[in-house]
């Protein structure tokens, strides 16, 4: 049971790592890992949803990703996620919510690009929960854009470098949000180039728990240990 329903927060960030080892200790090939994990995420998109979580964002593929065997990553990018998108989009727009990517899809397959397209685009007017799902999304290739898009501004001279600020720099990133919350599963104790400007004060959660095992139980943990932090912003403690 979520004990404090009156401060969820408002947005919840997972790096959804573990797949590989789930899979490992079943004596299974990884790709039946990252399987598994869709099952998790659709349990976990559906129970964020029906609380009213505003954002979830989940890291489903980073810039670094693509060091991995060459049969690993094509199950991702090419078969898996057009399987999730083509199977869950109905009804990830009957329950109104939006899905975003964060991240470069251009060096993503036609295929691949083609279903992200239209879901993006089917789903855009929803007011729901907004499901970001990064992909070759990274926290560095990130800010690097924005710079370029700041630098070609001053170029055009419509700004000088005095006009560069915090809320420029965010207003070019693939996302401004901020996550409330991030969650790691898998025990690793690193953002692995996740949100690294965003995440700046977020509360950090992690649980050794593999993503395939992650259930709605474990999130209200999450959200329930969430609830028991102090976020001070740098200031002096909040009175409860
Ligand atoms: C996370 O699980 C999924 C992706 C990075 C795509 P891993 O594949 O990293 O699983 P482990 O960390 O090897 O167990
Ligand atoms: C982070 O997990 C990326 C995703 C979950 C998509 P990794 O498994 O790639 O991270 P490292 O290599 O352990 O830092
Ligand atoms: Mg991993």
Redesign the pocket.
């Known amino acids: 049971m979520i004990e404090k329903l009156n401060t969820l927060p408002e947005h919840i960030a997972i ?6 080892r789930w899979a490992s200790q079943k004596k299974l090939p990884r790709t039946l890992g990252h399987k598994a994990g869709v099952e998790a995420l659709k349990e976990i998109v559906r129970y964020t949803s029906s609380i009213k979580i505003k954002i979830l964002t ?5 810039t ?2 693509w060091k ?1 065997p060459l049969e690993e990553v094509e199950y991702l990018i090419n078969y898996l996620l057009i399987e999730f998108l083509k199977k869950e989009i109905d009804e990830i727009n009957r329950n109104n919510v939006k899905i975003r990517i964060l991240g470069d899809i251009k060096p993503l397959p036609k295929k691949t690009k083609e279903e992200i397209i239209k879901a993006v685009e089917l789903t855009k007017n929803n007011k729901g929960l907004l499901f970001n799902i ?1 992909l070759n ?1 990274g926290g560095k290739d990130e800010l690097v854009n924005s710079f370029r898009v700041i630098s070609e501004m001053i170029l055009k001279k419509t700004i000088t470098p005095t006009d560069i600020n915090e809320k420029l720099v965010s207003k070019y990133l693939y996302t401004a949000n901020e996550p409330d919350l991030i969650i ?1 599963t ?1 025990g ?1 104790k ?1 953002l ?3 949100l690294i400007w965003q995440g700046a004060y977020s509360e950090l959660y992690f649980t050794d728990v593999f ?1 395939p095992d992650f259930k709605k139980e474990n999130l209200i943990e999450a959200i329930n240990d969430y609830n028991t932090r102090n976020r001070r912003f740098g200031g002096l403690k909040m009175e409860e």
């Open positions: 790096i959804m790592d573990g797949n590989g989940v890291y489903a593929f980073s670094e990703n991995r990064a999304y790691r898998g690793e690193r692995s180039n996740f993503w």
